[in-house]
């Protein structure tokens, strides 16, 4: 009887420690970032992310970072095409040249953080935000006018921000 009794607990033991053990790993990493939903539906949202170690989770997202801040930098050349106002004309081609840089940063940080430089990654990273911020205020300066793409800029500077709070957990 005392044997069943040890062998029922061995077996419940070893059942709570596979359960454990299979825990979710993109919900263990998303749990350290501040934006849980977002950094959960991005990783998601891509099929590998079920295969791929916490490295690669991060990665994901600064390809989807590139694809994001590309993304915006085509629809602002849209709206420059478009556009007839002078002035926001003015602002949109500020916006263009320095979404141009984030996509060269965006790479960069893609590029330092497969080659695990994660303090130039961490910085690159950090470097694609400044289009959105720089962007945002050039509508801002008068004559004021309001952005045509605040929404995506806010967006992708949340998504940035998630990003490199993730990378802060890779040190060289």
Do not use: W
Not at 154 to 162: S, T, V
């Amino acid at each position: 009887m005392n044997s069943l009794k040890a062998l029922i607990v061995i077996f419940m033991l070893f059942l709570s420690l596979v359960t454990y053990s299979s825990g979710d790993l993109i919900e263990d990493v998303c749990r350290t970032s501040s934006y849980f939903k977002v950094c959960i539906d991005a990783l998601r949202s891509d099929p590998k992310s079920s295969s791929v170690d916490k490295k690669g989770l991060v990665r994901i997202l600064l390809q989807q970072c590139l694809t994001k801040t590309k993304s915006i930098y085509n629809e602002i050349v849209s709206l420059l095409e478009q556009e007839k106002e002078p002035v926001l004309i003015q602002c949109l081609q500020v916006c263009k040249e320095n979404y141009d840089i984030s996509i060269d940063n965006a790479e960069t940080a893609i590029k330092d953080f497969d080659a695990n430089d994660f303090p130039g990654a961490r910085s690159s990273a950090a470097g694609v935000a400044s289009a959105p911020d720089t962007c945002e205020e050039t509508f801002n300066e008068p004559p004021v006018r309001i952005s045509p793409i605040k929404s995506k800029d806010d967006d992708l500077m949340n998504f940035i921000d998630l990003t490199v709070s993730l990378m802060n957990q890779f040190t060289n």
